[in-house]
Antibody, heavy 125, light 107 residues
Framework: QLQLQESGPGLVKPSETLSLTCTVS??????????WGWIRQPPGKGLEWIGSIYYTGSTYYNRSLKSRVTISGDTSKNQFSLKLSSVTAADTAVYYC?????????????????WGQGTLVTVSS | DIQMTQSPSSLSASVGDRVTITCRASQSISRYLNWYQQTPGKAPKLLIF???SLQSGVPSRFSGSGSGTDFTLTISSLQPEDFATYYC?????????FGQGTKVEIK
């Protein structure tokens, strides 16, 4: 059974870089059927897609965060990672990693079909 | 960016009620619409993809419909475990965006 587990510091200082890793078990990030991605949720608020990575290394980022975000993958460890630079209090959120399933034949048939439990990252000095 | 607007933002209902949640996109998204359920302290769970396809393992009391800009999620007979927040999400174009959520509470 697929499991995703986020890990990383729960507290980051303003202006520093947030770094999180998602470890995948029960499935491979090298699979051609899936993308892998990050989504965040500020306390008491809604969901925001941050970005995604494919096994080829291709990445797609939310343009609202693009200048600060880097997503990378390590197939040898079956992990993918998120780095968000120059953080502020507005980046305080629960960060989820997720598998993105391609269910169709076109270019838009994507859905987040499996999620990690999430990890709270607080930005504060 | 495509804006997703859900209505209502919250609702109160009783066990056994039929519940309908609406999601409207700011432009046509064909049927590239997913629905998720989130209970407090938990990650979202996929219920419906492609507007009306039920994810494996999800009870048949959940159904989705719509295309273009207007979509609905229906729970035919509300169960105690269904009290949660529901989100729609479009995959028509990046950035993929979510609705603001609809909280279903116990009456």
């Amino acid at each position: 059974q697929l499991q995703l587990q986020e890990s990383g510091p729960g507290l980051v200082k303003p202006s520093e870089t947030l770094s999180l890793t998602c470890t995948v078990s029960g499935g491979s990030i090298s699979s051609k059927t899936y993308y892998w991605g990050w989504i965040r949720q500020p306390p008491g608020k809604g969901l925001e897609w941050i970005g995604s990575i494919y096994y080829t290394g291709s990445t797609y980022y939310n343009r609202s965060l693009k200048s600060r975000v880097t997503i990378s993958g390590d197939t040898s460890k079956n992990q993918f990672s998120l780095k968000l630079s120059s953080v502020t209090a507005a980046d305080t959120a629960v960060y989820y990693c997720a598998r993105i399933y391609y269910y169709g034949s076109g270019s838009q048939e994507w859905t987040f079909d499996s999620w990690g439990q999430g990890t709270l990252v607080t930005v504060s000095s | 960016d495509i804006q997703m607007t859900q209505s209502p933002s919250s609702l109160s209902a009783s066990v056994g009620d039929r519940v309908t949640i609406t999601c409207r996109a700011s432009q046509s998204i064909s049927r590239y619409l997913n629905w998720y359920q989130q209970t407090p302290g938990k990650a979202p769970k996929l219920l419906i993809f492609a507007a009306s396809s039920l994810q494996s393992g999800v009870p048949s009391r959940f159904s989705g419909s719509g295309s273009g800009t207007d979509f609905t999620l229906t729970i035919s007979s509300l169960q105690p475990e269904d009290f949660a927040t529901y989100y729609c999400q479009q995959s028509y174009s990046t950035p993929w965006t979510f609705g603001q959520g609809t909280k279903v509470e116990i009456k």
